[in-house]
């Protein structure tokens, strides 16, 4: 399948190329399924740039970033991690959802982010890695709302001046996504769909439901209708069904809004 270009619905497309014109590190901040991950493999694209990436999580280790000594065939070696690959070869770096990780590995993030972008290898032979001059790092963080994230401290960013806030694209806009997945010509159908998440996303964000559907339950849904399924179960299956694990209540509330919507 061929790779869809990324919709720029917001202009961040060129504030990620005048910071990195201007070797300044970003942070995009957004809930989940907001376009962030594709925001940042469509400029890389753009750039021609090798794209390294990690997503972070509780079990993200710093030997993850660093690197970790190797035992093979009696020989040990220092097999070197992503952050330190990265800098030598100055690709751009990737730190998704960075503020699901623990401490001790945002302390020695931190110490490559800083403004000599350098790093110790003490895990190894104490060398000092110092990263290219074309080395660019950009970082994705969900809200605090969030399940497992955290508050980032604040030294650290501050190592990403340039920030960019990612919501929910406008309903046209949101439109014009999913029709660049699907192939049928579904849009009424689509367009009361979207009308649906929203009215879950504005629900979810003032803690009435404890779910948001992303971008990717409306392409999920034009892929159904692509299918030959009705739009009615298409909305049960990706919207409806998902609440079920917090009760039949909860349950209950979202199938009735889907109902009122598309009908039985």
């Known amino acids: 399948m061929t790779e869809l270009e990324y919709l ?14 201007a070797s300044l590190f970003v942070i995009i901040i957004g809930p989940k399924g907001t376009g962030k991950t594709s925001l940042v493999r469509d400029f890389a694209k753009r750039k021609n740039m090798n794209l390294e990436s990690i997503n972070f999580s509780l079990r993200t280790r710093e030997s993850h970033l660093v690197g970790t000594k ?20 100055g690709d751009m770096l990737y730190l998704d959802e960075i503020n699901s990780a623990e ?22 032979t104490g060398e000092i890695v110092k ?8 970082a994705t963080i969900n809200p605090l709302t969030h399940s497992g994230t955290k508050e980032l401290p604040p030294q650290l960013l501050s190592r990403f001046p340039v920030r960019i806030r990612l919501e929910y694209p406008p ?26 998440a929203n ?5 979810a964000a003032v803690e009435e439901l404890f779910y948001s559907p992303s971008l990717r339950e409306t392409i999920a849904f034009g892929k159904l209708l692509d299918r030959g399924m009705p739009s009615k179960s298409a909305a049960d299956i990706v919207f409806g069904n998902v609440y079920t694990q917090w009760g039949n209540i909860e349950y209950q509330k979202v199938s009735d809004i889907i109902t009122s919507m598309f009908g039985n």
């Open 8 to 21: 720029d619905w917001n202009n961040s497309i060129q504030i990620i190329d005048k910071a990195y014109e």
């Open 103 to 124: 401490a001790d590995v945002l302390l020695r993030l931190d110490e490559a982010l800083d403004d000599r972008r350098q790093i110790v290898l003490k895990e190894s």
């Open 171 to 196: 309903e046209d806009v949101e439109l014009e996504i999913v029709k660049k997945h699907i192939s049928g010509d579904h849009e009424s159908e689509i367009i009361q769909a979207i009308k649906l």
């Open 70 to 89: 190797t035992l093979t065939d009696g020989t040990v070696s220092f097999e070197e991690g992503i952050l330190i690959k990265s800098m030598r070869e």
């Open 199 to 203: 009215t879950l996303r504005q629900a």
């Open 131 to 138: 990263a290219k001059e074309n080395w660019f790092v950009v």
